[in-house]
């Protein structure tokens, strides 16, 4: 199975800071990288699909990069209703597999 | 608009089986699959299958082989995901996904998932 490895696996910003979330996979996934929110008790929530495409209704302060083993989601300056956990997700080969999770907390 | 409805909260002892339905609506359910990803609590995601709600085909992951099967309902728009043999470490939220009709593998995310359904495996 390919390895997903964020990191970090949390961390602490303030409102109006830049965050930025790493995604590490153990083999070549081209740009099948998805990104996701999910806030306690809830679904996750579709931020990037295509390691770079911002999905339909998503506030364009969330931003991706990134191909082939290293990937980057980026907060350009963090709301409040950012807080959560931040997901990366492969779909290049199967099983789909995750990210652990990167757990995002306002100060 | 596009609702994935599951079915309710599930309380089982070790050893059962369990299956969670997912009703589609808002959307013409031959076009697209659906994925099973399940959550146990104050754990990661992960990715538990897929079938094809056009032709039902599957593709489960390897660590559930044996264990789940997955059907759909065209008559209904309703997919069900069914998981027997039932340990504690089953506990958790499972979810459907609106995913891809023809392969699990693609470049895009899901954008649309079931509210969850508990299942708790417990004497």
């Known amino acids: 199975d390919i390895q997903m490895t964020q990191s970090p696996s949390s961390l602490s910003a303030s409102v109006g800071d830049r965050v930025t979330i790493t995604c590490r996979a153990s083999q070549n996934i081209r740009s099948y990288l998805s990104w996701y929110h999910q806030k306690p008790g809830k679904a996750p929530n579709l931020l990037i699909y295509?390691?770079?495409s911002l999905q339909s209704g998503v506030p364009s302060r969330f931003s991706g990069s990134g191909s082939g083993t290293d990937f980057t989601l980026t907060i350009s300056s963090l709301q409040r209703e950012d807080l959560g956990t931040y997901y990366c997700?492969?779909?290049?080969?199967?099983?789909?597999?995750f990210g652990q999770g990167t757990r995002l907390e306002i100060k | 608009q596009v609702q994935l409805v599951q079915s309710g909260a599930e309380v089982k002892k070790p050893g059962a089986s369990v299956k969670v339905s997912c009703k589609a609506s808002g959307y013409t359910f031959t076009n697209y699959g659906i994925s099973w990803v399940r959550q146990a609590p104050g754990q990661g995601l992960e990715w538990m299958g897929w079938i094809s709600s056009y032709n039902a085909n599957t593709n489960y992951a390897q660590k559930f082989q044996g264990r789940v099967t997955m059907t759909t309902d065209t008559s209904t728009n309703t997919s069900y995901m069914e998981l027997r043999s039932l340990r504690s470490d089953d506990t958790a939220v499972y979810y459907c996904a609106r995913d891809h009709v023809g392969s699990q593998l693609h470049d895009e995310g899901i954008e649309y998932w079931g509210q969850g359904t508990l299942v708790t495996v417990s004497s």
């Open positions: 295509a390691a770079s």
């Open positions: 997700q492969q779909r290049y080969i199967s099983p789909i597999t």
